[in-house]
C-alpha cells in the first residue's frame, strides 16, 4: 500500500511540473511540458532515492530488497512522463 501511495505522490508531482513548465514555457505548448518533463525526472529520482533510504534506515529493509521497490517506484511515473511528453510531440491528426 505504501509502495502505490508514493507511485500516486509521483503522480501528483508530475502534474504538478507539467502545469508549471506549462505556465513558464513558450507560447508553444510542448516546449512547456518538455520543460516540466525536464524538471520532474531529476526531483523524482531524489524523491524515490529518500523513499529508498527511508525504507533501509528505518524500515529495517535491505538494500537487495529496496532496489526493486526503487526500480518501480521510480520508473513508474518517469514512463507516464515521458509517454506524455512523447504524445505532446507527436503533430495533431
Request: contains cysteine; proline residues 6%; hydrophobic residues 65%.
Amino acid at each position: 500500500m505504501h509502495t502505490l501511495k508514493v507511485v500516486v505522490s509521483g503522480l501528483v508531482l508530475l502534474a504538478v511540473c507539467l502545469a508549471v513548465g506549462r505556465w513558464l514555457g513558450s507560447p508553444d505548448p510542448a516546449a512547456g511540458i518538455a520543460l516540466g518533463v525536464k524538471a520532474f525526472v531529476p526531483l523524482w529520482f531524489v524523491a524515490a532515492a529518500v523513499n529508498m533510504w527511508v525504507g533501509v534506515a528505518r524500515a529495517g529493509y535491505s538494500v537487495v530488497e529496496e532496489a526493486p521497490v526503487f526500480a518501480l517506484v521510480f520508473a513508474g511515473p518517469v514512463a507516464v512522463a515521458l509517454l506524455v511528453w512523447w504524445l505532446a510531440g507527436r503533430p495533431a491528426t
